[in-house]
């Protein structure tokens, strides 16, 4: 099988003209590096979490995936290797743009609303402590760059870059996806402070979203029963591990193995998100 990418943690191969066959693996980065310690089932963990949500979204919009069987994909990967991991998706054509929903005012941010009010251009009201909560959710999009940070664009030059119609959607799917997820996670006591969508768009130009789908990855989580606003939070994602390098000046570039210890708890965040989303024992 022809191997097209190797990103950060996927690999995507060509199953034929209109598949893929994605692989999610137990790397991990952190600040744009591939840290050199794999997180043991990490892969697994998120492949699944995008499943359930894919499901749980699918009356909003379609996704990509066609199985998550391995009896499904081509012998080639009719392997322990890949089993729980991977995903045979529809090939889309994606959009260039990451799409970015904040429902609290945290990260990068909270730095930018300190500096100036505004988050990605956008003029928050006054007042506002690390941590709160927005009065609504708001969509601040990046570039999609293939090396380094991606960087922040304002929506007007979404429109210039895609089209004003289908940036107007992307921004109504985006804030609608995260609305009712958040809802959901906040009943089983997980407050998911801001996350980042994929789309693309199918043979006939209808959304559909793609890659993966609010996991310990590509989202902020934090437990709902220790959140307090003025102050950073507690997560279930790899939150976690950036502290720590932050924290320990360890430089990621270093190739040091990263201490067990801090990839035991790293895998049990993964692995509670998981269960206290899904309902389901890892």
Not at 154 to 167: P, T, Y
């Amino acid at each position: 099988m022809k191997k097209i990418s190797s990103g950060k943690v996927r690999e995507i191969y060509e199953v034929d003209e209109d598949k893929l066959l994605l692989v999610v693996s137990d790397r991990i980065s952190a600040f744009d590096y591939i840290l050199p310690s794999l997180v043991p089932n990490k892969g697994k963990i998120l492949n699944q979490i995008s499943e359930f949500w894919f499901n749980y979204i699918k009356d909003i919009i379609p996704n990509h995936v066609i199985s998550t069987d391995i009896k499904d994909f081509p012998k080639e990967f009719q392997t322990e290797e890949f089993e729980g991991r991977s995903m045979l998706v529809k090939k889309l054509k994606m959009v260039p743009v990451e799409c970015i929903v904040r429902g609290y005012i945290t990260g990068s941010g909270w730095k930018s609303y300190q500096q100036d009010g505004t988050v990605c251009g956008i003029t928050l009201p006054e007042g506002l402590q690390e941590s709160e909560k927005l009065p609504e959710p708001i969509f601040t999009p990046t570039t999609k760059a293939a090396e380094g940070h991606d960087e922040n664009i304002s929506f007007e030059e979404v429109c210039e870059l895609i089209g004003k119609d289908l940036a107007e959607n992307l921004r109504a799917k985006t804030i609608e996806i995260y609305s009712k997820c958040a809802e959901y996670a906040l009943t089983k006591g997980v407050i998911i402070a801001d996350t980042k969508f994929e789309f693309g768009l199918d043979e006939n130009g209808a959304l559909v979203i793609g890659d993966e789908v609010l996991t310990p990855d590509s989202s902020r989580f934090w437990p709902a029963s220790d959140y307090q606003v003025g102050r950073g939070q507690k997560s279930f994602d790899k939150q976690y591990i950036r502290d720590w390098i932050k924290s320990t000046g360890y430089d990621p570039e270093s190739g040091t193995p990263i201490p067990d210890d801090v990839i035991d708890v790293t895998v049990n965040k993964y692995k509670e998100a998981y269960q206290i989303l899904t309902g389901k024992n890892f």
